[in-house]
């Protein structure tokens, strides 16, 4: 079983960056395609950016593509996500999450997709 701990969340002025990251335990994430999503107050959980468990592919949603990018290093067992231009609507918390078979189509956007999730980082954008 697999335990996800997000960090690097905090609050940012508007154009700022920021870099989460997730760190996993208890499983080797190197064969799962990993993700992150995101909630905002109010609103239901959203699928932001994936990445394969090669680390080739990546898939963005349209809101974030271009301004954030996924990544990992495997022999660290982390996934980051690096978000820059943050926007107020980026106000969220961030969760990031592993594929519950291994690898997995970094397209398939869905949580019934994804075993394990961290607690979350919250990640507040002032205008």
């Known amino acids: 079983q697999a335990q996800l701990a997000e960090s690097g969340g905090g609050l940012v002025q508007a154009e700022g960056s920021l870099r989460l990251s997730c760190a996993a335990s208890?499983?080797?994430?190197?064969?799962?395609?990993m993700g992150w999503f995101r909630q905002a107050p109010g609103k239901e959980r959203e699928f932001v950016a994936a990445?394969?468990?090669?680390?080739?592919?990546?898939y963005y949603a349209d809101f974030v593509k271009g301004r954030f990018t996924i990544s990992r290093d495997n022999p660290k067992n982390t996934v980051y996500l690096q978000m820059n231009s943050l926007k107020s609507e980026d106000t969220a918390v961030y969760y990031c999450a592993t594929r519950r078979l291994p690898r997995g189509e970094v397209r398939d956007t869905e949580e019934s997709g994804y075993a394990y999730w961290g607690q979350g980082t919250q990640v507040t954008v002032s205008s």
């Open positions: 990445i394969s468990w090669t680390g080739r592919n990546t």
């Open positions: 208890g499983r080797a994430i190197s064969a799962y395609t």
